[in-house]
Every structure is written in C-alpha cells, then in structure tokens.
C-alpha cells in the first residue's frame, strides 16, 4: 500500500565550483608562451520541479538529502571544466518551502513551475582570464566556491475546489465515491480515511475537484487525532462543505453540536472565515437520520446554512447539492486572483551586492560582506601570488580606507565572514598597489616588502 505523505525537511547542498587551472603554454621554441589555464566549471543546482503525476512527498520523506555533484576543474590549453548536472526534485503541485522558521520561501502551484533549492557554486578562473597589464601570466587561479547548503521544509496544501469536513464516520468518503470516480477506502470505524482523496466532479459544462479531509475532532487544531495533520489541505479549498451525519445514535452528540464543533476547530487553525459553507445531512436513507434532518433542517437555516437532504449510500438528493457546488466554486474562481499574481516569492540579496560593512570587536575588526567574503572562498592562500591579488581586490573595493578610518593600526586582527567560516589575518596596508606585480610565478614581494616596511622581521 502506497504511503501518503505531506511533509518533508529536505537537505539540499548544491556541488562546489570547480577550480581554475594556472598553466603556461609550453611549446617547442615558445617555453612561455603565455597563461592558458582554464575556468573551472560551475556546481549542480538542487531544484525543485511541480510535476503533475506526483501527489505526495514520500521520496523525499525516504530520501530528505538531496546533493548535486561538482563542476570538473579547468585545465591548461584554455579547456574550461564541465559544468555538473543539476539534481531535479520532482514535488507535487500545491508544495510550500518554508525555512526553518516557518517563513514562507515559495508556493509552488503551476505545473513545470522551478525554483532552486540550493545553488551549486561558481567555478574558479584560470589565470588566463585573470592575465592583465599588471599580471602578464599569473602563477594563481581562483578557487571554485561552495554550493550552497539549506535546509527547507517541504508542505503539501492540497489543490482543490470543494473540501469535505466533518467528524469521523460521517460518510465523507461515502460521498465523494458517490459523486465523483475516487474509490476510498470505506468503513464504519473512526479514521478510516487516513489520507485526503481527490475526486473530479462534473455537474453540467461545469468542472471541479472534491477533497475528502480526514475526520475531525474535538481538539484536532490543537493535534488530536489527525485532524491537525490534514487541516492544512483546507486552506487552498474555495467551498467547505460540512457532512454531517444524523443516525449517529450517541446521545452527546447531535447534527448542531457536530457543526458547531467542526466550524470551532476551523476557527482555531484561521484563514478559512471567508470559505462559503454548505450542509449535507447524510443518511437520510435511515427513519431516525430522516428524522433527526428534520429537526435540524430549521435551525441550521436560520443560521444562514444553505441546507441539503442526502444519501451516499442510495444517491438521494446529491444532484442538487453537486450543482450548489457547482455554481459556488464558479462565483469563487470568477473572484480568485490569478496564481501567477498571488506566488509568494523571498528574493534573496544578490550574490553582487558591493556592500561591506566594518565593525569593531574587541579581538578586531570584522568585515562582512557578499563580496569580501566570496572573495576570500575564491582564494588559494599556500599561493603568495593568490594573497596579493586578493588584498588588491579588497583595496579596490575600499575596505583598507575604511580600516585606516576606523583606526585600525598595522599588526591589527582583521576578520572577514562570520562564524566558523571566518578567516582571520594580521592586517598590513598594502604598498605599491598600482605598480605592476614582480617576482616569481606563484609570489608576490609586496608582501614580503610590506612586512619589511612594518617592522616584521619574521619573514
């Protein structure tokens, strides 16, 4: 038996960015024939998919670690590394990703609709893209930068016009199987719908889906029973029709007790004030259900409930309540905004974001910033050569102005990032930082100069 499944935390990392390649092009009377080294290619996407034939979250409930493979290396001869495939997480339609503290990410409703769970990094450049006036053949490459890792949860509300409430054994599924193709599973015993079921129901030229909602019960909005569960799979509903069953022979309870009870459990999970509602009073079939629907009928009216006699078992009075749905669910799609206008989408800030901020600590001084910090994952620091490039970027983008505004002194602790993620370095102002770059491939005697200049004889 299939499992049916509506939430999931999934774990998506997207694959690292290969590195760039430093290599001089070697050839017979040409030894140094100039930097050839390649980009390394860019990391595996983890990207989530709405695929129609899927309707639960089982795979991913089974498999909630979804990692995107790496981008290959570049090489020398200007051979770029190869792109990695993306991973496709195949999700129904109606799915919500939320973080971890429940904000809403993306509401993913149209089928094909994509959104990226978790980027694969960018890869490296080889030293051929970074040869320039100052740096003629780069000893250096940049490194590819790590994909990204987050956790998301996955919910699944259930897409459908019509949705079927009421108390365990009220003859939901009865109905639905009635009035539609589905085939639940039927039995007279509490929770025998353990899944919400979907049917396709017709009345005229008009088209709509029916959800059967497991039973409810008191205190389901606060998780008794499974009703906290399923009652999400409400919220996407336009109608709410209340299936009440009146031969039920339990002398605590009574079809304006069950109504009332399941409209206080509505009330307290929210958001479905405005669902117009319609009455079935099932099993008419019976004397006493008869009976009991006669008594009822009245009161229920005069509290503004459109109400309607019924039988699953013996089809009696579903064609008129069919086209009552019918005709609610067309004034509902006449007034529902378009999907595309309602998506719900977070934007994260740009990867390109030029920004950085400075702030004091009392071991240093903190630099957190999109760009910095990209820079500094993108950085070999065994490579002398790779160190001086970088200082020259943060130079550049103005973080050593900043530094020397704040105060700091030569020798002060600099930290770039946050967390365990932080490199920490002995800032130094970089000297002669529009000349051109000398010493050896792989070297950079600024920074021997500069420790000099300092006063740091260590080196």
């Given at each position: 038996?299939?499992?049916?499944?509506d939430?999931?935390?999934?774990?998506?990392?997207?694959?690292?960015?290969?590195?760039?390649?430093?290599?001089?092009?070697r050839?017979?009377?040409?030894?140094?024939?100039?930097?050839?080294?390649?980009?390394?290619?860019?990391?595996?996407?983890?990207?989530?998919?709405v695929?129609?034939?899927?309707?639960?979250?089982?795979?991913?409930?089974?498999?909630?670690?979804?990692?995107?493979?790496?981008?290959?290396?570049?090489q020398g001869?200007?051979?770029?590394?190869?792109?990695?495939?993306?991973?496709?997480?195949?999700?129904?339609?109606?799915?919500?990703?939320?973080?971890?503290?429940?904000?809403?990410?993306?509401?993913?409703?149209?089928?094909?609709?994509?959104?990226v769970?978790?980027?694969?990094?960018?890869?490296?450049?080889?030293?051929?893209a970074?040869?320039?006036?100052?740096?003629?053949?780069?000893?250096?490459?940049?490194?590819?930068?790590p994909?990204?890792?987050?956790?998301?949860?996955?919910?699944?509300?259930?897409?459908?016009?019509?949705a079927?409430?009421?108390y365990?054994?009220?003859?939901?599924?009865?109905?639905?199987?009635?009035?539609?193709?589905?085939?639940?599973?039927?039995?007279?015993?509490?929770?025998?719908?353990?899944?919400?079921?979907?049917?396709?129901?017709?009345?005229?030229?008009?088209v709509f889906?029916?959800?059967?909602?497991?039973g409810?019960i008191?205190?389901?909005?606060?998780?008794?029973?499974?009703?906290?569960?399923?009652?999400?799979?409400?919220e996407?509903?336009s109608?709410?029709?209340?299936?009440?069953d009146?031969?039920?022979?339990?002398?605590?309870?009574?079809?304006?007790?069950?109504?009332d009870?399941?409209?206080s459990?509505?009330a307290?999970?929210?958001g479905l004030?405005?669902?117009?509602?319609?009455?079935a009073?099932?099993?008419?079939?019976?004397?006493?259900?008869?009976?009991?629907?006669?008594?009822?009928?009245?009161?229920?009216?005069?509290?503004?409930?459109?109400?309607?006699?019924i039988?699953?078992?013996?089809?009696?009075?579903?064609?008129?309540?069919?086209?009552?749905?019918g005709?609610?669910?067309?004034?509902?799609?006449?007034?529902?905004?378009?999907?595309?206008?309602?998506?719900?989408?977070?934007?994260?800030?740009?990867?390109?974001?030029?920004?950085?901020?400075?702030?004091k600590?009392?071991?240093?001084?903190?630099?957190?910033?999109?760009?910095?910090e990209?820079?500094v994952r993108?950085?070999?620091?065994?490579?002398?050569e790779?160190?001086?490039?970088?200082?020259?970027?943060?130079?550049?983008l103005?973080?050593e102005?900043?530094?020397?505004?704040?105060?700091?002194?030569?020798?002060?602790?600099?930290?770039?990032?946050?967390?365990?993620?932080?490199?920490?370095?002995?800032?130094?102002?970089?000297?002669?930082?529009?000349?051109?770059?000398?010493?050896?491939?792989g070297?950079?005697?600024?920074?021997?100069?500069?420790?000099?200049?300092?006063?740091?004889?260590?080196?």
């Open positions: 038996m299939s499992t049916f499944v939430r999931a935390v999934v774990h998506a990392q997207g694959g690292n960015g290969g590195n760039g390649c430093a290599s001089v092009h050839e017979k009377f040409k030894p140094l024939g100039g930097p050839d080294g390649g980009n390394g290619g860019r990391g595996g996407d983890v990207i989530a998919v695929d129609s034939s899927v309707t639960t979250l089982l795979d991913l409930h089974r498999h909630p670690h979804r990692r995107a493979t790496h981008g290959k290396p570049g001869s200007h051979r770029n590394g190869a792109d990695a495939d993306d991973v496709i997480v195949e999700v129904p339609r109606g799915t919500v990703v939320t973080d971890a503290n429940a904000n809403v990410i993306v509401d993913l409703m149209t089928p094909g609709e994509t959104f769970l978790a980027r694969g990094g960018r890869g490296g450049l080889g030293n051929a970074l040869a320039s006036p100052r740096r003629k053949a780069p000893g250096f490459a940049l490194l590819g930068e994909g990204e890792a987050r956790d998301v949860v996955l919910e699944l509300k259930t897409v459908a016009d019509v079927l409430v009421g365990p054994s009220a003859g939901k599924s009865s109905l639905i199987a009635a009035i539609s193709a589905a085939r639940p599973k039927i039995a007279d015993y509490p929770f025998t719908t353990l899944v919400p079921n979907l049917g396709v129901v017709s009345a005229d030229d008009i889906t029916v959800a059967d909602v497991p409810l008191p205190g389901a909005s606060d998780g008794k029973g499974l009703g906290l569960e399923f009652l999400r799979h409400v996407r509903c109608v709410l029709v209340h299936v009440v009146c031969a039920r022979l339990e002398s605590e309870r009574d079809p304006l007790a069950d109504v009870m399941i409209e459990e509505l307290s999970y929210g004030a405005d669902r117009p509602r319609l009455i009073l099932n099993k008419v079939d019976v004397p006493d259900g008869r009976a009991m629907a006669d008594m009822v009928r009245g009161d229920l009216e005069a509290r503004g409930y459109r109400v309607f006699d039988s699953a078992a013996t089809h009696e009075g579903l064609r008129p309540l069919v086209f009552a749905m005709q609610l669910v067309v004034q509902a799609r006449a007034n529902q905004v378009s999907d595309e206008a309602t998506r719900v989408v977070i934007r994260p800030t740009p990867v390109d974001d030029a920004g950085f901020t400075i702030e600590e009392v071991d240093g001084f903190r630099v957190v910033g999109a760009r910095p990209r820079w993108q950085t070999d620091f065994s490579n002398d790779a160190v001086g490039y970088l200082a020259d970027r943060l130079a550049r103005g973080v102005d900043e530094l020397r505004r704040q105060g700091a002194e030569p020798g002060t602790t600099v930290m770039i990032g946050v967390g365990e993620d932080a490199v920490v370095f002995d800032w130094y102002p970089t000297l002669g930082g529009d000349v051109a770059v000398s010493g050896p491939r070297s950079d005697d600024r920074l021997h100069a500069t420790h000099q200049a300092w006063g740091d004889d260590d080196e």
